[in-house]
């Protein structure tokens, strides 16, 4: 669970000035108000004035309308809310986290050596059958967390196995639910287990696929833990075929083996005319690549639309962010696990997460570091197919009012997250979700 170096080149950013109207102050009933009901794009209108998006030195008012930022007037019924000067910028994407394994909000767990994948899939049906929370309660405590942190959407890996069922599917599944006015979520059908080497997950995963609680079936690694390459790939791209499902698939492997899988996988999704439909987490082979070898496969991921996740492990194995951009390939940033027993580490914070990318990565220009925030807001939402909150007229109204005065200054000082906005309306407030 980690990622290879996010080279010192531009990936995107920026934000649209919008003009506005006169406004009351912010206060807790208001955001109360705000944070009402549980429509994804409510048929309201609010203007949150005073405020400076992307990190403008002057302040204007933003209109939302139905969710969306709006060049228009504002409506003469708009809700009004003053943001006091504050620093506007989008919302966070988490492209990858595990929060059906965590033991967040609860007490403190005492890990112990582990020598692989194997021993760690052991010590999670501990902790599962150890806690006296269930799978729901647990996750939706992280992932409410994650909102109050600025986080707008994640994609979900629940472990599915024979020492689960689909417990642990039904219970980030109802904790979406719950939290489906302030965050949007996908989840993945994870076989932490192996899908050839645990018997009775091969079925599982087709029940989950099934069930319509999934949007995506995954895999881990095919070679070194599954040792069935063709048998594990045949199986879950067979599942996501069938069923109108994605592939999110685990890649740990560092060498040629990592390299073997990712071709099987290309051809897959070339076979199954299933572009723009896969993706990869990890992928710690690609930072090994000589340069040849890393252009041609971008190039080949790039041409079928096959998605990657990064995790910021460390310097050697953060994913080359900025080559693969090159080639059209979309990359998102996540948490991985939080909490759990594989880490004592983690905070489903992904403004801290781009702070590591940046760190790891060692930029220092102001550029680099918007590129770094660029790829926590955008990236993530590129691999999920959502809309990036960039401020323009249409865009998601999902961002973030913050005491900042830059990006570069919010990456690297990580400032409070005062008002949280989902589709429009203020869903936390002073890291305490409404």
């Given amino acids: 669970m980690v990622p290879p170096p996010l080279s010192r080149r531009g ?46 030195k002057k302040a204007v008012d933003l209109v939302v309308v139905d969710g969306r930022i709006s060049d228009r007037p504002a409506p003469r019924n708009a809700r009004i809310i003053d ?26 767990l005492s890990r112990k050596p582990a020598k692989g994948i ?88 087709e029940e989950a696929a099934r069930s319509g609680l999934v949007d995506m079936i995954g895999g881990i690694d095919p070679i070194s833990f599954d040792h069935a390459l063709d048998e594990q790939l045949d199986l879950v791209f067979r599942l ?36 723009g439909k896969v993706t990869v987490s990890h992928v710690f082979c690609l930072p090994k690549m000589s340069e040849g070898d890393l252009e041609s496969m971008a190039a080949d991921l790039g041409e079928l639309d096959i ?8 310097e050697s194995l953060v994913l080359p962010i900025a080559k693969l951009r090159e080639h059209g390939v979309r990359v998102g940033l996540g948490s991985d696990g939080v909490r759990d027993s594989w880490s004592p580490f983690g905070n489903a914070d ?48 999902d961002f973030m009012l913050m005491r900042g005065e830059c990006v570069p200054q919010v990456v690297v000082d990580m400032p409070g997250r005062d008002v949280v906005v989902h589709g429009g309306r203020v869903v936390a407030r002073g890291g305490e979700l409404l």
């Fill in 307 to 314: 998605a990657l996740t990064t995790v910021a492990p460390n």
């Fill in 83 to 108: 943001g006091g000067g504050r620093l506007a910028l989008p919302t966070l994407v988490d492209a990858h986290i595990h929060p059906d394994k965590t033991t967040w909000g609860g007490s403190w």
């Fill in 11 to 56: 990936v995107l950013a920026g934000a649209a000035s919008l003009a506005g109207a006169s406004a009351t102050a912010f206060t807790p009933a208001a955001a109360a108000a705000e944070a009402g009901g549980h429509d994804r794009h409510p048929r309201e209108s609010v203007i949150f004035k005073n405020v400076r998006p992307g990190g403008a």
């Fill in 240 to 275: 996501a075929d069938r069923y109108g499902v994605g592939v999110d698939i685990h890649l740990h492997d560092r060498d040629e083996k990592g390299v073997k899988v990712l071709r099987g996988i290309i051809e897959r999704t070339r076979a199954l005319s299933l572009r």
């Fill in 350 to 397: 992904m403004l801290h997460r781009t702070h590591i990318l940046g760190w790891v990565t060692d930029v220092r220009l102001d550029a680099e570091l918007e590129d770094v925030f660029a790829v926590g807001a955008h990236g993530g939402a590129d691999v999920m197919g959502l809309g990036r909150a960039t401020f323009e007229p249409g865009a998601p109204a």
């Fill in 118 to 205: 194997a021993d760690y899939c052991a010590q999670d049906v501990e902790v599962f059958r150890s806690e006296r929370r269930d799978v729901g309660e647990r996750a939706y405590g992280l992932m409410a967390h994650a909102v109050t942190r600025g986080t707008r959407a994640m994609r979900a890996h629940a472990d599915v196995a024979p020492a689960y069922g689909l417990k642990g599917v039904e219970g980030v599944a109802e904790a979406r639910e719950r939290l489906s006015h302030a965050l949007d979520v996908q989840i993945v059908g994870f076989p932490q287990h192996g899908v050839i080497r645990t018997p009775g997950t091969d079925k599982l995963l």
